[in-house]
C-alpha cells in the first residue's frame, strides 16, 4: 500500500506571493491533517480534515487555509507569504477523525525570501 | 492535552535496549499516551500508544507507570537506524489529529 504522498518536495516564493501544496493520504484514510515543523517553534498543528469537512484547527492566521476532495486528497493553501512561513509542513492521514494512528509525509520544504 | 516532558537528549549503545522516559503528570482519564518519531528529513512516524496497560508491538514496547503520571518507551535492540527525535504525546482519542508536538527526545544510538 502506498504511503503519504505530498508535491512538491520543495518550494521556493518570494515574500507576498501565495503558494499551495498538495498531500495524497493512504488508500481508504478519509481524515488529513496538515503540520507545520520549524526549529524554532518544532510541529505544530494547522487544521485536519475530514470528509472534505474542516474538524479542527490550530491557532495559526486565517493566511492559512485548507480544503479535502472527495477521493480525500487535501491541499493547503497559504496567501501573502511571510518570511517566518518558511518551514517544513507535513501532512498526516488516518483512517478516521479520532484515529490514535497516523502516518505522515515526507513533507514539503517551503522557503520565503 | 496534556502537557509532557522528556529529556532533550540520551545515548544508546548498539544492540541495547534504549529506555526514553516522558512525564506527563497532569494527563487525565480519558487521555491516551503516544510515541512517534522523526528521524532526520522525513515525517514522524507512528511507534505506539496505549492508554493504561503496557503495550507491545514490533517496534517497541510502551511502559506506562500505575498513576499515569510518566511512561517509558523502550526499543528493546537499538541500532543505527533507531537514531531520531522521539516524540511523547498526550491527547484524547476524538482530539487525535489536532496534536502539537514538543521537542521531544533526540537518541543517538552509536556503534
Known amino acids: 500500500k502506498a504511503g503519504v504522498t505530498q508535491t512538491p518536495r520543495y518550494l521556493i516564493k518570494t515574500r507576498g506571493q501565495q503558494v499551495t501544496l498538495s498531500c495524497s493520504p493512504i488508500s481508504g484514510h478519509r481524515s488529513v491533517s496538515w503540520y507545520q515543523q520549524t526549529p524554532g517553534q518544532g510541529l505544530q498543528f494547522l487544521f485536519e480534515y475530514f470528509s472534505e469537512t474542516q474538524r479542527n484547527k490550530g491557532n495559526f492566521p486565517g493566511r492559512f487555509s485548507g480544503r479535502q476532495f472527495s477521493n480525500s486528497r487535501s491541499e493547503m493553501n497559504v496567501s501573502t507569504l511571510e518570511l517566518g512561513d518558511s518551514a517544513l509542513y507535513l501532512c498526516?492521514?488516518?483512517?478516521?477523525?479520532?484515529?490514535?494512528?497516523?502516518?505522515f509525509g515526507p513533507g514539503t520544504r517551503l522557503t520565503v525570501t | 492535552d496534556a502537557k509532557t516532558t522528556q529529556p532533550p537528549s540520551m545515548d544508546c549503545a548498539e544492540g541495547r535496549a534504549a529506555n526514553l522516559p516522558c512525564n506527563h503528570s497532569t494527563i487525565s482519564g480519558n487521555e491516551y499516551v503516544y510515541w512517534y518519531r522523526q528521524i532526520h528529513s522525513q515525517g514522524p512516524q507512528y511507534i505506539i500508544h496505549?492508554?493504561?496497560n503496557n503495550e507491545t508491538n514490533e517496534m517497541a514496547s510502551l511502559i506506562i507507570t500505575e498513576d499515569r503520571k510518566s511512561s517509558t518507551l523502550i526499543l528493546p535492540h537499538a541500532t543505527l537506524r533507531d537514531t531520531a527525535v522521539y516524540y511523547c504525546?498526550?491527547?484524547?482519542?476524538?482530539?487525535?489529529?489536532?496534536?502539537?508536538f514538543g521537542d521531544g527526545t533526540t537518541l543517538t544510538v552509536k556503534p
Open positions: 496505549g492508554l493504561k
Open positions: 504525546i498526550v491527547r484524547r482519542e476524538t482530539n487525535a489529529g489536532k496534536s502539537t
Open positions: 498526516a492521514s488516518s483512517i478516521r477523525t479520532d484515529s490514535y494512528e497516523q502516518y
